[in-house]
C-alpha cells in the first residue's frame, strides 16, 4: 500500500488560532488541539464546533467517463451515481490490499475525491495511468479548495460541497438488508456506535477557510480521533498497514459493493467474504488510565497469559472525554476475544524494544469490533 505522508510542509491559518498546538505525524500542519480537548470533545458531540481538516487532498475528476471509469477500478458501485449522494471507495492493489481510500461526491458535473494527507500525488498519478483514452479530465485543486469537518449529516451547506461520511453504512443482508454489503462487525448495524457519530466534510474555498468557520468553536484532531476510534471508524495510514484487506476492519460495509463487476483486487475480496475469514480483525482497547501514557501507532499488543507473544499492534490510541484512554489495534484473528492483553508503549518492532530503551506496559481490556 501507499502510506499517507506529507510530501511538503503545509501549515493551517488555523494555526494562528488562541490556544492552537500543532499535530504531528499524519496529521500534521493542522491543530492537534486548541488547550481544550476534552472540551472540544463535548462540543463536537453538541454539534457545536468544527475541525480543521485543510490537509486533506482534493481532486477533481471531470468528463462524461469519469463515473464508469472510477467503478470500474475501485470497490464502489458508481455508474449512475446520484448528485449529492456521498460515498467511498478503495482502490485495492492486485492482492487486495488497501492502498487508498477515497471520500467521493459527484455535484452532477464534476467528481469531487478527498484524500488522506499525501495521498494526492501517489493517485492521481495511477489514475492517469488508468485513463487510456477515455473522456476524463483530473485534477489537483487541492490548493483551491480545503477541508473542514463537522459533527453533521446534512448534506447541504451554504459553505461548500459535502460529503456526509456513510459510516456505518446499510443494513447487510444477515439483518435484513442489502445483499451488496457486508458487516464483519460484533453488532448489528442498529447497535453500532458509528451510528451516534454524525460527520460531514464541507469542501470550501481555501481563501475562505477562516471565514467558513466563523464564530464556530475549533475543535482539534485530537478531539476528532477520539470520537472516531469510539465510532470503531477505520482511517489510511491509522488503521491501515501493507498488510490491510477491507474485511479486517469492517470497511466492506460502507466501501466496497459485493456485486458489482471486476476490479483490482476484486479476487481476494470475493474468496475472503464467501469462503474464509480475515487473518487479522480490529479491536477496540480500552486501557489501563492509572498513568498518563498512552501508546503510539505501531506499538506492540501481547498476551500476557501466553509469554508476551505478539498478537498485534496499536493503530490509534487517544483520551476519550468519557471512556479515558482507548486505542484501536489490529490482532490476529484466532486471539480469544476474552484475552487480556498488555500494549507496551515505545515499542514499534517485532520484537517489542526500540531504542534500547524498555516498553512500558499499559494493561488493555479487548472489545470485539470484527468478529473472530
Not at 510530501?7 to 499524519?26: D, I, K
Not at 498519478?125 to 483514452?133: A, G, I, N, P, S
Not at 471512556?323 to 517489542?352: F, M, N
Request: charged fraction near 25%; include cysteine.
Amino acid at each position: 500500500m501507499t502510506t499517507p505522508t506529507q510530501t511538503a510542509p503545509y501549515r493551517s491559518p488555523l494555526l494562528g488560532a488562541p490556544g492552537a498546538v500543532a499535530a504531528e505525524g499524519l496529521d500534521a500542519g493542522v491543530a492537534w488541539h486548541y488547550g481544550d480537548p476534552h472540551a472540544e470533545q463535548r462540543a463536537l458531540v453538541r454539534g457545536e464546533a468544527v475541525v480543521d481538516q485543510s490537509h486533506r487532498g482534493v481532486l477533481r475528476l471531470a468528463g462524461p467517463d469519469r463515473l464508469s471509469w472510477l467503478h470500474s477500478i475501485t470497490t464502489q458501485a458508481l455508474t449512475g451515481l446520484p448528485a449529492g449522494v456521498s460515498t467511498e471507495t478503495l482502490v485495492l492493489s492486485p492482492t487486495g490490499r488497501i492502498e487508498h481510500a477515497v471520500h467521493l461526491l459527484d455535484d452532477g458535473e464534476a467528481t469531487w475525491l478527498t484524500l488522506e494527507p499525501g495521498q494526492v500525488d501517489g493517485l492521481r498519478t495511477w489514475l492517469e495511468r488508468m485513463r487510456f483514452m477515455l473522456r476524463v479530465e483530473i485534477e489537483d485543486v487541492t490548493d483551491r479548495f480545503a477541508v473542514l469537518g463537522e459533527p453533521d449529516r446534512s448534506p447541504e451547506s451554504p459553505r461548500g460541497l459535502v460529503w456526509v461520511d456513510p459510516w456505518p453504512g446499510a443494513t447487510p443482508l444477515a439483518e435484513g438488508g442489502s445483499a451488496d454489503t457486508a458487516s464483519y462487525a460484533a453488532v448489528s448495524t442498529l447497535e453500532h456506535p458509528g451510528a451516534e457519530r454524525p460527520w460531514r466534510e464541507v469542501l470550501v474555498p481555501r481563501g475562505e477557510l477562516a471565514a467558513a468557520v466563523g464564530e464556530r468553536r475549533l475543535a482539534g484532531t485530537w478531539a476528532a480521533e477520539a470520537l472516531r476510534v469510539e465510532a470503531w471508524r477505520p482511517r489510511l495510514g491509522r488503521e491501515t498497514d501493507e498488510r490491510s484487506i477491507p474485511h479486517e476492519l469492517d470497511w466492506l460495509r460502507t466501501a466496497v459493493h459485493l456485486h458489482k463487476g471486476c476490479y483490482r483486487g476484486q479476487e481476494t475480496v470475493a474468496k475472503v467474504h464467501n469462503l474464509g475469514r480475515p487473518p487479522r480483525r480490529l479491536v477496540l482497547l480500552h486501557l489501563d488510565g492509572s498513568s498518563h501514557d498512552l501508546p503510539s501507532p505501531g506499538d506492540a499488543v501481547v498476551d500476557p497469559a501466553a509469554g508476551d507473544r505478539r498478537v498485534g499492534h496499536v493503530t490509534t490510541a487517544a483520551r476519550h472525554h468519557e471512556l479515558g484512554p482507548v486505542a484501536l489495534a489490529v490482532v490476529k484473528r484466532s486471539l480469544p476475544a476474552d484475552a487480556q492483553l498488555v500494549a507496551l508503549a515505545g515499542s514499534r518492532t517485532t520484537d517489542g524494544t526500540s531504542d534500547g530503551e524498555t516498553p512500558r506496559r499499559i494493561a488493555a481490556a479487548q472489545e470485539t469490533v470484527v468478529a473472530p
